[in-house]
């Protein structure tokens, strides 16, 4: 990464890699060096797969927590969707 990064924008950037939050991850690095999109996305993505090689197990934790959110917020839409058409039907 980008020599002229401070410590905290490695570890803001790094954590947003690891959340899955690529943009949030470009957006970090051109804010703080001014970086061209391409060039910033070209340096998260070796980034990344750096990440990826040296920490897997911090990827595979990130997705899991994703996985469950997604979960609680389809059930939390599905569920009333579903009573409302069972309430309008006649059948509850």
Known sequence: MSANLTH?????????????QKIQ????????????LLTAKQVVEAREAELRQSS?????????IGCITSIVVMLSIA??????ICKAGGLW
């Open 8 to 20: 905290q924008q490695r570890q803001e950037i790094d954590a947003a890699i690891i959340a899955g």
């Open 25 to 36: 991850a470009i957006k970090a690095l051109r804010d703080a060096t001014g970086a061209h």
């Open 56 to 64: 897997p197990e911090k990827f595979a934790a990130a997705k899991g």
């Open 79 to 84: 569920v009333p969707l579903v009573l409302c």
